[in-house]
C-alpha cells in the first residue's frame, strides 16, 4: 500500500498531509486551531483562515507532515530552490534537518524533501528513516 498524502484547497493555497511523516507536536493544532482541529473530520479546515496565515502556520511544522503549494503554482519557489541546509539535534527526540534535500533509501529510491524533515534517532520509528514520535512513547534519552 502507497503512501498516504492528502490535500485540501481553499483554492488559492492546497495544503497537503502526510499522516506516517506527523510526530504530533500540535503545533498545527494549538498555533492556528480555525484551520487544524483533531476534533472535527476532517482535520483539516483550508477555508478557516487566510491563506498567509496558513502557509505561516504550515511552516512551523517540525516533521514537514505538513505542507502546501500555491495552486497557480505547483513548482518549486526560487528562494525555496536555494535554501540552506540546517541540521539540528533534538533533545531526547529526531533530528531536524531544514531546507530542501534528497533522502536515498535503502532500495535505491530517492525522495525529495522540503523545508523541514524529522530523521529517527531512537532507532523504534516504523517510518524509518524518518521520525513517527515513537521516542516519545519509549522515554527515548538522547
Known amino acids: 500500500m502507497g503512501e498516504i498524502k492528502k490535500e485540501y484547497s481553499n483554492g488559492e493555497v492546497t495544503i497537503t498531509w502526510e499522516p506516517k511523516k506527523c510526530i504530533h507536536s500540535a503545533k498545527c493544532v494549538n498555533g492556528l486551531p480555525s484551520v487544524f482541529n483533531a476534533e472535527k473530520k476532517p482535520w483539516i479546515d483550508p477555508m478557516g483562515a487566510g491563506t ?41 527526540g529526531p533530528l ?26 531512537c532507532g523504534s520509528s516504523s517510518n524509518k528513516p524518518y521520525c513517527d514520535g515513537t521516542h516519545k512513547k519509549i522515554s527515548f534519552q538522547g
Not at 69 to 87: A, G, L, T
Not at 96 to 121: H, I, W
Open 52 to 92: 498567509d496565515h496558513i502557509v505561516a502556520q504550515i511552516q512551523t511544522c517540525p516533521s514537514g507532515a505538513l505542507g502546501y503549494y500555491f495552486e497557480n503554482k505547483k513548482e518549486e519557489h526560487e528562494e525555496d530552490k536555494k535554501s540552506e541546509q540546517i541540521v539540528e539535534v533534538v533533545s531526547n
Open 96 to 121: 531536524m534537518v531544514y531546507g530542501n534535500l534528497q533522502v536515498k533509501l535503502p532500495d535505491g529510491e530517492v525522495k525529495k524533501q522540503f523545508k523541514v524533515t524529522a530523521f529517527c534517532r
